[in-house]
């Protein structure tokens, strides 16, 4: 492919040079090179390297990661798609170290994430939470794909049920709605953190090409006939790395069928004591029911790679009840992850042997498409024959007929012997030529066909 340049030979260029000047010599930007580099998961140098270099004090260079299934195996500058990663996700065999990913502190944000998620002390004595609440917990960092959410998903957009619809969806697979956001980032915040600390990396799938995420049912009640519902998905799957086995991760707020009422141009749960209505925000009279949000949060994970199906789902009981299930959850995606590989594995033979078998159907497309184009010639070649016969009939027929044309005139007086000869050669330059030979030159074999 023209212009394309390998994960290989960009991971050489920016460790052999400073990245400004990489990037100028691909005529781009540093930031849009730095990001190139995330994209396929290129280690680069870090902020001071080169003058760390240049006194002998430089770190050792990371080794260039193998690419995972699905990522895309370089880089092209003019937009053509590269090729892509085949090989097939395998679990580790032992606990991987973690893979570098965007972790950073922030003051602010971690102490509205920790006074949102903060529990209560009848919480923290009950019996479901006792052993976790008494855990030393390690200090609170916030992941970077939360950082992104918090400041995307405080929209005034929802649907029927309550649920945020931000308009952006290149964002955390997050689906609650407006009051239970801060828990469900500070919640997330800490699974994303946990899973970084187990080793276990979370990010966007590397290739929204190659995964997919499975279509949300957000209810308690899952009866089928659900009918239409506006809900949100983001535009690629949020997957935690085990091993290189991706994971799909759905963070969402469970919803019941209650009855609600129209009131300020939305559905509320109608009220169980009736409320006096005031002239401004009447309530609507007509009482119906929707699926609404719970407050009670689930995990979803499932398999982001085609043609293969598997999922797992942990819930909340009450609400505030969710990270005493952390550990628990962080185990199950550890020992779903071979599981996934192996389905993987099973796919991908499912579609060699589909391949397989369009290659063969195609082999015999060919054949036959050759056999039918050998007859079509042969009868063809005898078409044109027959013609060029009767045109050899209707030939003679002319030429006898102008040969006995030129015979009697050579009988006539010289005066009317040009005459007839002139109007002889107008006759053949209207016949055209009319010599047997010339078309049967020009006639074609089948197999000039």
Known sequence: MDGLITREQLYEEVWAEPMIRVAARHSVAGTYLATVCERLNVPRPERGYWNKMAVGRAPPRPPLPAAAFGDALGWA???????????????????????????????????????????????????????????????????????????LLDVEKENDGGYL??????????????????????????????????????????????????????????????????????????????????????????????????????????PVVPVKRSNFAPLSGWVHKEDMATGRLAVRASSPYGDTEWSKEWQESEPNTFESQLPRMIRDLAAAAPIIAKLVEEAARRAEIRHQERLEAHRRWEIQHAEQQRLDNIKRSREELDALIKHWGEAVRVEGFLADIERRAAALPDDERTIVAGRLARAQELLGDTNALTRFMRWKLPEER
């Open 165 to 270: 619809l931000p308009s952006k969806r290149a964002i955390l697979d997050l689906f609650v709605s407006r009051s239970t956001l801060p828990r469900a980032l500070a919640f997330t915040n800490q699974f994303f953190c946990d899973l970084h600390r187990a080793g276990h990396a979370v990010m966007f799938a590397p290739n929204a090409a190659t995964t997919w995420r499975k279509e949300l049912d957000e209810r308690l009640d899952r009866k089928p006939n659900r009918g239409w519902v506006k809900n949100w998905r983001p535009s690629r799957p949020t997957v935690v790395m085990i091993g290189t086995v991706a994971i799909g991760l759905t963070i969402f707020e469970l919803s019941e069928l209650v009855e609600v009422v129209r009131h300020k141009d939305k559905y509320i749960r109608k």
């Open 77 to 151: 500058r003019g937009g053509s798609l590269p090729p892509i990663s085949k090989a097939l996700p395998k679990a580790p065999v032992r606990a991987a170290g973690p893979r570098r990913i965007p972790l950073h502190r922030s003051a602010g944000t971690v102490s509205k994430l920790e006074s949102a998620a903060a529990v209560t002390p009848e919480r923290q004595t009950s019996g479901s939470t006792a052993e976790h609440s008494t855990t030393a917990k390690p200090e609170l960092r916030e992941h970077a794909l939360v950082t992104a959410a918090s400041k």
